[in-house]
């Protein structure tokens, strides 16, 4: 019997102390206390996020070898570096400050950032002022009767401050502030996509417009060769030296220089107009710098290491993101489990009379604690964590998918500016070989050895070898603002 009375004193000792570091004994600060603590210091339900591990190659597919090691991304040059035009630096520069598309991302990054604020308000107390006003009057037709003098009629107001605070002891708030700061993150990491793209966009629009111009050039050169020739055509025909055929083959020449040129023409101006948007602005004629011959491209083109892709596209970063805040709405989803605590107060003052509320006799407070514990929702805690789960699965794809695109993307670019440099310089020895033709068969017309059918012949291959070299040199610039695209740069 000593020993089980001993025994019971031993385990209410145990059982006093548990409330005390508990802080539920009445009447002691203490309590709120601990309360807090465990409100700040609970356990965090669900995987923490870590970046997944990916087999990615050692260097990209078609990148140029180099015998001192891997140089630097092209990806850290920056825009206003890559090509040398003033012109083209301030259409960028304009673009960069009035893109719609821009300003749309950056309002909603501000709009990540506000949500984040309102998520993680919701770890914290609340406190808000409380004030009613209350009047009843009670019937006297009622089960049973009224004395007579009974006061029928009341009214009070209650003034005074409420507290309400939802305990996070499972990490439920939390996760779901680690997940608003991840779509924070990722809607900046969307705004800088938008940026890269935007510088990228301009590059290129203006690189096309330059081309136009230069078929425009070369249109109307074309044309003013032919009448000349044509002249020369008619000129023999009045003197019999020709038939009138050759005066029609002669003919050929100048309406297909003049279709290219109105095509030109208005290709000029769709570019004009698309530039014009990509800087905010209403459509108009724009300023032009160098011609596109004379923009170098640069010799070599460094890609870095694949590695380095996981730092430099915000479209990877946006991804891992997306995929973090997937992750943290797993943990909010399983915290659903466990009991939610909440802690409720109210203090203040409660009597008829206004200038009464603050005396002692009307003071007035309440505390009230509170727990929910799910027993049966048929299923839906259940579902909305296989819910969370099945997202955080599709971002991982997502994220898989945008480093192998854009190992692919960078891969294409690599091989498209290593094929094109060497096409244009065959087309390049290609176009003089057919000037020396269009002069050799123009002397042999002239001198009654050929007819005007093979000068024809050497100025239409002449005219569409000009035409396909300028095209050439447009693919040979947009394909390196496509590898600085693609390896991430114009953003930082």
Sequence with gaps: MKDQAEEMRARRRNRLRHHNECGVLRGGAGGFACLCLLALCGCTVGPNYKRPQLALPSEFRGAPATASGPAASLAGTKWQDLFPDPILHQLVAAALEHNFDL?????????????????????????????????????????????????????????????????????RLRRLTEAARARYLASEEARRAVSVSLVSDVMEAYFQLLEQDLELEISRKTQAIAKDSLGLVELRHQRGAVSSLDVRQAEQLIYAAGAQSAAAEHAIAESEDLLSLLQGSAPAAQARGRKL?????????????????????????????????????????????????????????????????????????????????????????????????????????????????????????????????????????????LEETVRLSDLRYRGGLDSYLQVLDAQRNLFSGQLVLAQLRLQERVSVVQLYRALGGGWS
Excluded at 323 to 334: S, V, Y
Excluded at 363 to 371: L, T
Excluded at 385 to 409: D, F, G, K, P, W
């Design 103 to 171: 300003r749309i991302a950056a309002e909603r990054v501000e709009e990540a950032r506000t949500q984040l604020g309102i998520t993680r308000a919701n770890q914290y107390p609340f406190l808000d002022a409380q004030a009613s006003f209350t009047g009843a009057r009670n019937s006297t037709d009622a089960i049973f009767p009224v004395p007579a003098g009974t006061k029928l009629q009341a009214s009070y107001t209650t003034l005074g401050a409420a507290l309400s605070w939802e305990l996070d002891l499972w990490g």
């Design 293 to 433: 011959e004379e923009i170098p491209i640069p010799e070599r083109i460094p890609a870095g290491q694949p590695s380095d892709l996981l730092a430099l596209r915000p479209d990877i970063r946006e991804a891992e993101q997306n995929l973090a805040a997937a992750n943290a709405e797993i943990g909010a989803a399983r915290a659903m489990y466990y009991p939610q605590l909440s802690l409720s107060a109210f203090a203040g003052g409660q009597g008829r009379a206004l200038m009464l509320l603050a005396s002692d006799p009307a003071r007035v407070y309440s505390v009230a604690p509170g727990a929910v514990e799910s027993i049966f929702h048929a299923g839906q805690i259940r579902s909305q964590v296989r819910y969370s789960e099945a997202q955080q699965r599709e971002m991982l794809i997502a994220y898989q998918r945008s480093i192998y695109t854009a190992l692919r993307e960078v891969a294409d670019a690599l091989v498209s500016f290593d094929r094109l440099r060497e096409q244009r310089s065959q087309e390049e020895q290609l176009v003089r070989t």
